[in-house]
């Protein structure tokens, strides 16, 4: 499986951008796919995943009420719209894929087997 994610860009505070994860590999149907971030001098985190099958989801607090992630098997796509974009959502933004269970999604990374190459996001205040 292989991920590309795209999307980022310079946007002000207060602003959105929507980030796409499209990924190869004709078994992507049955992937619980992640977004993660990290900003210079910090650990990566989970910011958002999404389980195969009902859609179930999961965000982090930090995002909640802001980000929503949702997917299209068809294109094999999974989007992560960013709304009301703080100066702290400033990272560097990657997806990742892993074979799940019915909607299960991952918060460790190491759940993760495929990682796309990232995509940069900065809000300025």
């Known amino acids: 499986v292989q991920l590309q994610a795209s999307g980022g860009g310079l946007v002000q505070a207060g602003g959105s951008l929507r980030l796409s994860c499209e990924t190869s590999?004709?078994?992507?149907?049955?992937?619980?796919v992640g977004w993660f971030r990290q900003a210079p001098g910090r650990e990566r985190e989970f910011v958002a995943g999404?389980?195969?099958?009902?859609?179930?989801?999961r965000y982090a607090d930090s995002v909640k009420g802001r980000f929503t992630i949702s997917r299209d098997n068809a294109k094999n796509t999974v989007y992560l719209e960013m709304n009301s974009l703080k100066p702290e959502d400033t990272s560097l933004y990657y997806c990742?894929?892993?074979?799940?269970?019915?909607?299960?999604?991952?918060?460790?990374?190491?759940?993760?087997?495929?990682w796309g190459q990232g995509t940069q996001v900065t809000v300025s205040s």
């Open positions: 590999g004709r078994t992507f149907s049955v992937y619980s």
């Open positions: 999404i389980g195969w099958g009902d859609g179930n989801t």
């Open positions: 990742a894929a892993g074979q799940a269970g019915w909607d299960i999604v991952f918060i460790r990374q190491t759940a993760y087997r495929y």
